[in-house]
C-alpha cells in the first residue's frame, strides 16, 4: 500500500498547484496588461524611426479572406510627417497596432475607387478624430469620384458621430473634426506623366496614370531626404508605372499569382461555383503576375521590390515564396513579400532596413 501513497501525493500537490497556477494567471495577465498599456498607448513609430522615408505596411490584403492580411494599407511616414495610401478594411487597427498616431495623419491618398481599398476609411476617420480630439476632417485625397464616396461615408457615420460628440462633449470631439473631406484631381492621361499633389517641407508626393481598366487608377511617387518610394496600386503590367518608378529606391507592387489564381478557379468549377470561378478568370486581367512586377523592377531599376495585395490569399505559410520566386526570375535585386506590421526604412543616410512593428 506505501507504493501508492507518494503518486498520490504528487498528483495531489501537482492539481494543487496547477489550481492555484490558474487562479494566478489572472492576476499576472492583468499586471503584464497594465504594462502592455502603457507602452501602447505612448508608443509613436514615427519619433521612434531615423530620418528618412519609411513604408509601413498596414495592409497587405485584397478583397479574399485572409485573416492575417488587412485590406490594403500603406502608410509612408517622410521624416515625422505620416500619409496613408488606400485604407482597406482592417487599417485602421493595424495603424493602431503599428503605433502610428492616426491624429498625425495628414492625408489619405487613395489609388482607386475599389471598395476593398477604401472601405477601411471610416474607422480610420474616426480614428484620426478621437485620436487627438481633430478639429478637421481627416483629407482624402484622390482621383475624380472621391468626393462622392466620402460624402457617402460621411452621411452614413453622421448619426454616430452625433453620439460620441454628444457624449464626449465638444472639447474631447470636435463636431467639426468628424468624417472626411475630400481633394479631387484629374489624373494625367500620358504615361509616365506626372501630377504633384504636395510639394513642401521637403516632400514631394506626385500621382500618375496605371492600368486598371474599368477602374480609373493611378500610382504614387514618394520623395523625401533624397530617398523614394513608388506604389503601383492595382494595375496590370504598366508602362507608366516603369516610367515613374525610374530610380526608386523602393517599389511597392500588387501581386496575383497565375498559378495559385488558377487553382482557385479549378476548386471553384469542382465545387459548382461558376460565377466565383468567372471572377477568377477575370481578376487576370488587370492585376500583375510576379513575373511582370520584377520586369518592372528591372526596367525601372528600382533598389528593392516590396510584394503586397497578394492575390489570391496567402492561408499557408511559404505560399508567399511562389510570389518571391517568380519575381526573382525577371529582377535581382532585394525582394520583400510583405506581412501586415512591417516597415521598410530608407534612412536620409542610406541603406535599407526591415523591420516588424506589429504590437499586441
Ligand atoms: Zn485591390
Ligand atoms: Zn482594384
Known amino acids: 500500500m506505501r507504493g501508492w501513497i507518494w503518486p498520490l501525493a504528487i498528483v495531489a500537490i501537482l492539481a494543487g498547484a496547477a489550481a492555484a497556477a490558474f487562479h494566478f494567471r489572472a492576476d499576472i495577465a492583468t499586471s503584464l496588461v497594465a504594462r502592455a498599456a502603457q507602452s501602447g498607448l505612448s508608443a509613436n513609430l514615427p519619433r521612434s524611426l531615423p530620418d528618412g522615408l519609411h513604408a509601413a505596411f498596414c495592409g497587405t490584403g485584397s478583397p479574399l479572406p485572409d485573416r492575417s492580411r488587412a485590406g490594403p494599407c ?134 500618375f496614370r496605371v492600368d486598371h481598366a474599368p477602374a480609373d487608377a493611378v500610382g504614387y511617387r514618394i520623395e523625401y531626404g533624397g530617398r523614394s518610394i513608388v506604389i503601383s496600386g492595382d494595375t496590370a503590367r504598366s508602362q507608366s508605372l516603369a516610367m515613374a518608378a525610374q530610380g526608386a529606391d523602393l517599389l511597392v507592387h500588387e501581386v496575383i499569382a497565375p498559378e495559385l489564381d488558377r487553382i482557385m478557379h479549378d476548386a471553384a468549377d469542382a465545387s459548382g461555383r461558376e460565377n466565383v470561378a468567372v471572377i477568377f478568370t477575370d481578376i487576370m486581367d488587370y492585376h500583375t503576375s510576379p513575373e511582370d512586377a520584377g520586369a518592372v523592377a528591372a526596367e525601372a531599376q528600382v533598389g528593392a521590390l516590396a510584394l503586397t495585395h497578394f492575390l489570391p490569399q496567402t492561408p499557408i505559410p511559404g505560399l508567399v515564396e511562389v510570389f518571391v520566386r517568380d519575381a526573382r526570375r525577371t529582377y535581382d535585386g532585394p525582394i520583400y513579400a510583405m506581412r501586415d506590421g512591417d516597415v521598410i526604412s530608407l534612412p536620409s543616410a542610406g541603406g535599407i532596413r526591415r523591420s516588424h512593428q506589429l504590437r499586441f
Not at 511616414?77 to 497596432?97: K, P, Q
Not at 480610420?124 to 457617402?152: D, E, I, K, N, Y
Request: charged fraction near 15%; avoid cysteine.
Open 74 to 207: 500603406l502608410t509612408v511616414i517622410a521624416g515625422e510627417r505620416v500619409f496613408v495610401f488606400d485604407a482597406g478594411e482592417g487599417a485602421a487597427e493595424t495603424i493602431s497596432l503599428m503605433g502610428i498616431p492616426q491624429g498625425d495623419i495628414e492625408a489619405v491618398f487613395l489609388t482607386h475607387l475599389h471598395s476593398d481599398h477604401f472601405d477601411g476609411l471610416a474607422p480610420l476617420a474616426l480614428q484620426h478624430w478621437a485620436a487627438a480630439s481633430a478639429t478637421q476632417p481627416m483629407l482624402v485625397v484622390g482621383p475624380t469620384g472621391t468626393l462622392r464616396v466620402t460624402a457617402g461615408l460621411n452621411e452614413a457615420y453622421g448619426i454616430d458621430s452625433s453620439y460620441r460628440a454628444a457624449h464626449h462633449g465638444p472639447e474631447i470631439m470636435p463636431p467639426g473634426g468628424a468624417g472626411m473631406r475630400a481633394q479631387e484631381f484629374t489624373i494625367p492621361a500620358a504615361d509616365g506623366e506626372m501630377i504633384t499633389l504636395v510639394d513642401d517641407g521637403g516632400v514631394r508626393i506626385l500621382a
